[in-house]
């Protein structure tokens, strides 16, 4: 038969076929008239080769799986063995993954319904951000109220924002927002300038937006931060040191190392 005729009987196609050839999982028939023959015995190697790869079994493996396990000596079967069950372990890992995207999607369905963004920063953290720049009168607060926003999500994408992070933003009293804005305000009102900050103005700065915290979560303050990976938070503090520009560097910084020591001292108490 022709190599059309196989990739028919065998539900494969003519480059599949030739891919097997390539790749040393199918032998290569003999030619008759100048074209190669094909009989049963390369009928039945294809469909033992998909019969492996559609178990999941991958093309790399497949050539060692291809012989008769009853007639194969104990140490070739036993690394058949092995071979299967580092296939099942690859398969429950991909099962775990496929769980996961499953309930990340019913979650983004969730979000959709409820009228929300298809991001992974908590819907409450986005409305905070929306609030307070709809609040802002000026370009430069609002520059870095959306520079702020950007990078909060940047972190959830990459995984880098602990998720108790959204407490720090729910349930904040008009106070609260217009203090925040404020804040804003004070970074957008020198980020242009080449004059920095003296250390008083820094220290003032990173103690304000700690004390903000504190006071949003009052009482819950040592659970939340206690419940804060440490680790994420460090890489949560030094991404927002990375995206800083020059003239906010030194402000961010201060603040990072203020957030960052709170929650260690939760953590040590």
Do not use: C
């Amino acid at each position: 038969m022709r190599i059309k005729e196989l990739a028919e009987l065998t539900g494969v196609t003519v480059r599949t076929v030739r891919y097997y050839h390539q790749i040393g999982l199918v032998p290569v028939p003999p030619t008759r008239d100048g074209v190669r023959d094909y009989g049963m015995v390369h009928v039945a190697r294809v469909v033992r080769v998909r019969w492996l790869a559609e178990a999941g079994v991958g093309l790399a493996r497949v050539g060692s799986l291809l012989h008769d396990p009853a007639a194969t000596p104990g140490a070739a079967r036993r690394s058949v063995l092995a071979d299967l069950e580092s296939t099942v372990t690859a398969l429950d890992d991909q099962i775990a993954r496929l769980g996961a995207q499953r309930e990340r999607m019913r979650g983004l369905m969730s979000t959709v319904e409820q009228g929300g963004a298809l991001s992974p920063m908590p819907a409450g953290i986005a409305r905070f951000y929306d609030d307070i720049a709809a609040r802002a009168t000026d370009r430069p607060a609002r520059r870095a109220i959306r520079r702020e926003r950007d990078f909060v999500e940047l972190a959830f994408y990459r995984g880098d924002m602990p998720p108790e992070a959204a407490v720090l933003y729910e349930g904040l009293t008009e106070a609260a927002k217009a203090h925040s804005l404020h804040l804003f305000g004070q970074v957008a009102a020198r980020s242009g300038e080449s004059t920095a900050y003296d250390d008083e103005q820094v220290a003032r700065i990173a103690a304000a937006v700690v004390n903000r915290i504190r006071d949003s979560l009052g009482d819950d303050l040592p659970t939340v931060f206690r419940s804060i990976d440490l680790a994420v938070a460090r890489r949560a503090a030094e991404l927002y040191l990375r995206l800083s520009g020059a003239h906010e560097r030194r402000v961010d910084r201060a603040i990072a190392d203020a957030l960052l020591s709170a929650i260690e001292k939760e953590h040590q108490s």
